[in-house]
């Protein structure tokens, strides 16, 4: 499986249309869903990022994520 570190992670941040997020270690390929458009997420999350701590707070769980494709994990 491919390993991103967090700098490389930033670059799929939606400007060229691939919308990457990471969540505990995993790193999902959000770029399809309809909610990320722009790289962006509710005005408040942006794409590139590790959202681990986000995801507390959000009104859904994993199962979200879990409709995406994993395409890699972040190194610690």
Do not use: N
């Not at 400007?15 to 997020?21: K, M």
């Not at 995993?26 to 722009?38: A, E, I, M, Q, R």
Request: aromatic share 12%.
């Amino acid at each position: 499986m491919r390993k991103f570190s967090i700098d490389e992670l930033s670059k799929y941040d939606g400007r060229d249309g691939t919308i990457y997020i990471t969540y505990q270690g995993k790193v999902y390929d959000v770029s399809t869903s309809f909610l990320w458009k722009g790289g962006k997420h509710q005005v408040v999350h942006k794409a590139g990022q590790d959202l681990t701590d986000d995801l507390k707070d959000a009104p859904h769980g994993v199962e979200f994520l879990e409709k995406f494709p994993v395409v890699g994990i972040l190194e610690s």
